[in-house]
């Protein structure tokens, strides 16, 4: 009988269980840098899902961010959601979609890891760490005040 009933919650495991989160990085900030990026690849087995929110502990607030290109140039840009696909996944990437970490609390260090939940439209909350990677150079150039 007791068997039974473990075996019963083992396998009610949310719907939500159906997107997942590879390799999810940041790097690490210069002393007082105010904001910094996320990355990872997002994969759903299932249905298709959208990531509409996000948060950390680090940041005063987490932004949904675009790359594209004006002329020479690459600007970011604000979005209020990124897709994934059903069956598929998407990356989050230098030079393409990616997390703003907006108004950072304090200085990134590499190794450490950051803590991050993201809100999916229909599998609730995600909650990951990102590992601190080398400061690095590959950074395109900001819109405005950031
Ligand atoms: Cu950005």
């Known amino acids: 009988m007791r068997h039974g009933l473990i075996l019963l919650s083992f396998l009610a495991l949310p719907a939500w269980a159906q997107v997942t989160v590879e390799r999810p990085w940041t790097r690490a900030t210069p002393p007082g840098a105010k904001v910094g990026a996320g990355f990872m690849t997002l994969k ?4 298709a899902d959208r990531v509409v929110g996000a948060s950390s502990p680090a940041a005063g607030r987490v932004e ?7 002329g020479d140039v690459m600007k970011m840009r604000e979005v209020k959601a990124i897709d994934v696909p059903a069956g598929g996944s998407v990356e989050l990437k230098p030079g393409g979609a990616h997390l703003m970490l907006m108004d950072l609390r304090r200085t990134l ?9 993201l809100k999916l439209e229909k599998g609730g909350e995600l909650k990951l760490e990102l590992s601190v990677e080398e400061l690095g150079a590959r950074q395109p150039a900001h819109h405005g005040k950031h």
């Open 44 to 47: 759903s087995a299932g249905v």
């Open 64 to 70: 949904m961010h675009v790359t594209i290109r004006d």
């Open 109 to 117: 260090k590499q190794g450490e890891k950051v803590p991050l939940t």
